[in-house]
Nanobody, 116 residues
Framework: QVQLMESGGGLVQPGGSLRLSCAVS????????MRWYRQAPGKEREFVAG???????NYADSVAGRVTISRDNAKNTVYLEMKSLKVEDTAVYYC??????????WGQGTQVTVSS
């Protein structure tokens, strides 16, 4: 099982920026995909962004152009850079890993609140 720990959440004003980090317990090269999800109060968890082991990135339409997923292989860390944040981006953000043959792992989540 992969251990994941998110950090970097907090309170930010609309239009502001945040960078979330996900520390991974295993060498990222061994993980098929790393993804970020979010869950707002009263809503289902939804996909935000993903990066494959080959480096292919994809984003949800709701965040495309405002969010960038990246990884630092040397630090075994995945990042989610968010800019032009909106009130509707408020949610708990979760890091997720997928290893074929092992399944999904989840972090505990980090709260992002966008409010003036």
């Amino acid at each position: 099982q992969v251990q994941l720990m998110e950090s970097g959440g907090g309170l930010v004003q609309p239009g502001g920026s945040l960078r979330l980090s996900c520390a991974v317990s295993r060498t990222i090269f061994t993980i098929n995909a790393m993804r970020w999800y979010r869950q707002a109060p009263g809503k289902e968890r939804e996909f935000v962004a993903g990066i494959s082991s080959g480096g292919t990135k994809n984003y949800a339409d709701s965040v495309a152009g405002r969010v960038t997923i990246s990884r630092d292989n040397a630090k075994n860390t995945v990042y989610l850079e968010m800019k032009s944040l909106k009130v509707e981006d408020t949610a708990v953000y979760y890091c997720n890993s997928l290893v074929i043959g092992e399944g999904d792992s989840w972090g505990q989540g980090t709260q992002v609140t966008v409010s003036s």
